[in-house]
């Protein structure tokens, strides 16, 4: 499978922004899903991630209430909506895929296996 993010862009603070993580080539079915973020100078970090199998959802303390992971089936699509956006929201967003049976997604960038190429999204104060 192949994943493709986008919905990136220049927001201001308190806006919200929807990030798509279309997959070809394959069906998500089965797999979990996670959506990563690295800004300059940082380690890339685990933002939130959604189970295919048994839609077990986690996030990352710092978007909890803010952002919410979603997918559409027929899609074949995971959603990232973001919503009440920080300055420090500031990162390229990746999506990526793990086949494995983890039953919940994982925090490590290292569990997963197919990775997108990642979508710019810069918020201004």
């Known amino acids: 499978v192949q994943l493709q993010a986008s919905g990136g862009g220049l927001v201001q603070a308190e806006d919200s922004l929807r990030l798509s993580c279309a997959a070809s080539?394959?069906?998500?079915?089965?797999?979990?899903v996670g959506w990563f973020r690295q800004a300059p100078g940082k380690e890339r970090e685990f933002v939130a991630g959604?189970?295919?199998?048994?839609?077990?959802?986690v996030y990352s303390d710092f978007v909890r209430g803010r952002f919410t992971i979603s997918r559409d089936d027929a899609k074949n699509t995971v959603y990232l909506q973001m919503d009440i956006l920080k300055p420090e929201d500031t990162a390229v967003y990746y999506c990526?895929?793990?086949?494995?049976?983890?039953?919940?997604?994982?925090?490590?960038?290292?569990?997963?296996?197919?990775w997108g190429q990642g979508t710019l999204v810069t918020v201004s104060s």
């Open positions: 080539g394959g069906t998500l079915g089965g797999h979990l």
């Open positions: 990526a895929a793990d086949r494995s049976l983890r039953y919940t997604p994982s925090r490590v960038p290292s569990a997963y296996d197919t």
């Open positions: 959604s189970s295919w199998r048994n839609d077990n959802t």
